[in-house]
């Protein structure tokens, strides 16, 4: 449900789908759906790339992983290249750490096994000159910022040894996207961090907690870096910088695409597929209520997950566990809804769920397998949520379709359905740069002078404004006058934005947590998330 904005290319051929997956049995060397390894195939996992230093991992006679790992931070064991673990600490003070002209001060252990100096104090530290061994003398900070250290935001300061002290220091996002009660955002080191409901662990941090009133940080695999994400109802996909899809979360209808239902409350890779002999790469990926769609790196379409509105697939089938092919290259991007998906290339094409009008053809009807096109209409951002979709076309247009039971569609009326794409009833001198359909019955809006604009139900807030009552036309929310915001999230009963800071704000429901405020207080009104602090090494 994560919009993207890009232009209008490239032409579009329209087939059937195609399964290029294929499954065969334990023993082969190849790591099938049902299978953790084969043979010397370990699937890319090791004892490295799950935090130990020692062991080794190997493949059983059923195809499945044999942990022979040891000796980690964190497990109370001072271990290889660690000064310290948790409690165990070898030294009384900073004056016994080798090599340091430390006088004083307490040593406590970091999270990365490392001595915690911040509290030591070296002699000639506060003499107003850095010294040699110094990064800075109280106020001085050498032209230090929290930049330097990866961080995109936040105040840098000097400790009692005169070296720097980064806590202070926030990771600041790129790029964020709503699930239905769960938001995450992508830091600018390609960190992700969610917040909100965990119920089905799309949370991604391993942690099986209901929870998080605060941005938490995913699980990320070694060596990954995220560079876009998209939050689906109960689970979260991204792409890598290799462009490779990860996805965790309830995975029931086979949404995470890796071959079999089980739900994973950290990322794991999308099953490997192939165009003939070669691996498919992504660029972009849509996460959907329970299915999933991507666009692969020579501008094919793939989908998989629940199909129970052949919105994964034209065939009968429930679901589909592994990705599917549509033969339809030209395509530039994809945006997954409830049931149904949207996707653009020379032409606007829809398929899948039409109960509501969400396909915006002029009527409801029975699902729709085959591409429904959309002709001569052109979009440069699009975004579908549960029942209802918006979208601005290249022309500057901003449009609603599908249900509008709450004045979703911002045409001034509650009309239950909206059966065609339909001008939003924009304020005097607003013009939109993106707008986003809410995960149920309400939307928003981000204009070109960097305010937003919501309308549709209210009942929990989330509309920004300051009140409860419900609105059929766009409504600003009530912000600081000096912020600024470049892009906003929709949820169930929430609403989050990016301010040109790349901080940001949430307003609405907040039972789950979705405010990121480190409360589970709603309001009407914006409230600031608490921006991430620095990640355990």
């Known amino acids: 449900m994560k919009k993207l904005i890009i232009f209008i290319l490239f032409a579009f051929v329209f087939a059937g789908c195609d399964d290029s997956t294929k499954i065969d049995s334990c023993g082969d060397g190849i790591v ?33 992983l044999v942990y022979n790992c040891s000796e980690r931070c964190g497990d109370g064991q001072i271990n290889g290249n660690e000064t310290c673990d948790g409690t165990n600490i070898t030294i009384s003070d900073c004056t016994e750490i080798t090599g340091s002209d430390y006088v004083s001060g307490t040593v406590t252990c970091a999270s990365n096994c490392q001595y915690d100096i911040s509290q030591c104090v070296s002699e000639g530290c506060g003499n107003g000159v ?29 400790n009692r040894s ?75 996909c991204a792409v890598d910088t290799d462009d490779r899809i990860w996805c965790w979360g309830l995975n029931s209808s086979g949404q995470l695409g890796t071959g079999d239902t089980n739900s994973s409350s950290v990322p794991v890779p999308l099953f490997d597929v192939y165009d003939g002999i070669n691996p498919v790469t ?7 209520a ?147 359909a809410g995960a149920y019955n309400h939307s928003c809006g981000v204009t070109d002078t960097g305010k937003v604009y919501c309308w549709g139900d209210n009942g929990w807030g989330h509309l920004g404004n300051g009140g409860n009552i419900s609105s059929s036309g766009p409504v600003s929310i009530e912000h600081p006058e000096d912020i600024s915001f470049m892009e906003v999230a929709t949820g169930y009963s929430s609403t989050c934005a990016l301010d040109s800071n790349r901080e ?17 207080t709603s309001s009407p009104i914006p409230v600031k998330v608490l921006m991430p602090q620095p990640l355990p090494f």
């Not at 992504?282 to 959907?288: D, E, K, L, N, R």
């Not at 940001?504 to 589970?520: K, Y």
């Open 282 to 288: 992504f660029t972009q990926v849509s996460a959907g």
């Open 130 to 158: 850095i010294d040699d061994n110094e990064d800075c003398e109280e106020s001085d900070l050498n032209g230090g910022t929290c930049a330097d250290f990866g961080f995109g935001g936040g105040i840098l300061t000097c």
């Open 504 to 520: 940001v704000w949430c307003w609405g429901e907040n039972s789950d947590g979705e405010l990121g405020d480190g409360t589970q």
């Open 290 to 436: 329970y299915h999933t769609c991507a666009i692969s790196s020579d501008q094919n379409l793939w989908c998989w997950g629940d199909n129970t509105q052949k919105q994964v697939q034209n065939s009968s089938s429930s679901q589909s566990v592994l990705p599917t092919k549509y033969f339809a290259p030209g395509i530039l991007f994809v945006e997954a809804g409830g049931f149904f998906n949207f996707a653009a290339s020379s032409m606007t094409v829809a398929w899948g769920s039409n109960s509501n009008g969400e396909l915006g053809i002029g009527s409801t009807g029975a699902p729709q397998g085959s591409f429904i096109t959309h002709p001569a209409v052109f979009f440069q951002q699009l975004s579908c949520g549960s029942y209802h979709s918006c979208g601005l076309r290249t022309s500057g247009e901003a449009q609603c379709w599908g249900k509008n039971d709450s004045g979703q569609i911002g045409n001034g009326t509650e009309s239950y359905y909206v059966f065609v794409m339909t001008d939003i009833t924009l304020p005097l001198n607003v013009t939109f740069t993106s707008v986003q």
């Open 162 to 236: 005169c070296q720097f002290d980064t806590s202070g220091c926030i990771h600041t996002f790129n790029q964020i996207t709503a699930g239905s009660w769960h938001y995450c955002g992508l830091d600018t080191n390609g960190n992700a961090w969610c917040w909100g409901s965990n119920i089905e662990r799309q949370i991604g941090d391993g942690n099986p907690d209901e929870h998080r009133t605060e941005p938490s940080p995913v699980f990320m695999p070694q060596g990954i870096s995220f560079r876009q994400i998209s939050a689906g109802e109960f689970h979260t």
């Open 32 to 64: 099938d759906p049902d299978e953790e390894c084969d043979l010397d195939n370990m699937g890319g996992v090791s004892c490295s790339s799950m935090g130990y230093y020692d062991g080794n991992i190997t493949c059983g006679d059923d195809c499945k």
